[in-house]
């Protein structure tokens, strides 16, 4: 086995060009913060780490924890929670590390827990523009996927739904610029 398929963090590589805004909604990595439920879109999201010792960066911007190595590159770790501006807690033994990619450069986000990995239909996805009110610039929409089970006899069926609050790591991570 190679040394690359031994990683546990290791994710599968991004896509050279972004698809469309539509094809990014489907593939979402979902995540926890403050016992709500997140999603990035999936090509943005280079890995999955534990959380290893992080640097503290002095005068930097409160949303910055700090720095890390990954593989000898210096990356930069903001707390989302922090960024969000909902509740803090103390890392735990599920906190995660999302290195994502903003369009100019790989950041390190800091979240509660990785859920799973959506691919969500048309149908399962609220654009931004139809949910209505003042939403940041940073949301993209609510994802409404169909939680499916196996019955008896193996038939699947619709046992519910959850929410997803669809974000685009782009303007969100850009904030951190403006402290």
Do not use: C, W
Not at 4 to 14: E, F, G, I, W
Not at 55 to 61: D, F, G, I
Not at 93 to 104: E, P
């Amino acid at each position: 086995m190679s040394e690359l398929a031994k990683r546990s963090t290791l994710m599968p590589a991004a896509p050279a060009a972004p698809p469309s805004r539509q094809a990014d909604l489907r593939e979402l990595l979902a995540f926890v913060l403050a016992g709500e439920a997140y999603a990035f879109p999936l090509y943005r999201v280079r890995e999955i780490l534990k959380p290893p010792p992080i640097t503290p960066v002095p005068r930097a911007s409160r949303h910055v924890l700090g720095i890390v190595s990954v593989r000898g590159v210096i990356t930069t770790v903001v707390d989302l929670r922090r960024l969000m501006q909902v509740e803090e807690t103390p890392p735990n033994k599920s906190s995660r590390i999302l290195l994502v990619d903003t369009g100019g450069e790989v950041l390190g986000a800091l979240v509660d827990e990785v859920l799973q990995v959506y691919r969500l239909a048309e149908d399962e996805v609220e654009l931004a523009g139809v949910v209505g009110g003042e939403l940041s610039d940073h949301v993209l929409g609510i994802g409404r996927p169909r939680v499916r089970t196996r019955d008896g006899e193996g038939v699947a069926r619709e046992a519910g739904r959850d929410l997803l609050i669809l974000l685009d790591p782009q303007p969100l991570l850009a904030r951190i610029e403006r402290g």
